[in-house]
Nanobody, 126 residues
């Protein structure tokens, strides 16, 4: 099992930036895809971004393309989500997740991810 711990959330004004980090503890971190999801109040958890094990493939939901960047450092067992030009609608709890099946391309469905962090709150104010 991969234990994941997110950090970097907080309160930011619209147009500002935050960088989320997610540190894994398992020995297989570098082998699997990683994803970021978010859940706003009274809404379902939604896909934000995903990255393959070797960083060659990344996916983003349309609403964050051009603003968010996912990256990973396998030596540090860390995946990042750089969020720029944050908007009010980005307010949510952000979760990182780890796949447990080796794939060339990272999945975008929450059900494909097995291990989840506890979440970090991102609040964007006007």
């Amino acid at each position: 099992q991969e234990r994941l711990i997110e950090s970097g959330g907080g309160l930011v004004q619209a147009g500002g930036s935050l960088r989320l980090s997610c540190v894994g503890s398992g020995g297989a971190f570098s082998v699997y895809s990683m994803g970021w999801f978010r859940q706003a109040p009274e809404k379902e958890r939604e896909f934000v971004a995903a990255i393959s094990w070797n960083s060659r493939t990344t996916y983003y939901t349309d609403s964050v393309k051009g603003r968010f960047t996912i990256s990973r450092d396998n030596d540090q067992k860390t995946v990042y989500l750089q969020m720029n030009n944050l908007q009010l609608e980005d307010t949510a709890v952000y979760y990182c997740a780890a796949d447990r099946v080796w794939r060339n391309a990272p999945p975008r469905g929450a059900s494909d991810y097995v291990d989840w962090g506890q979440g970090t709150q991102v609040t964007v104010s006007s």
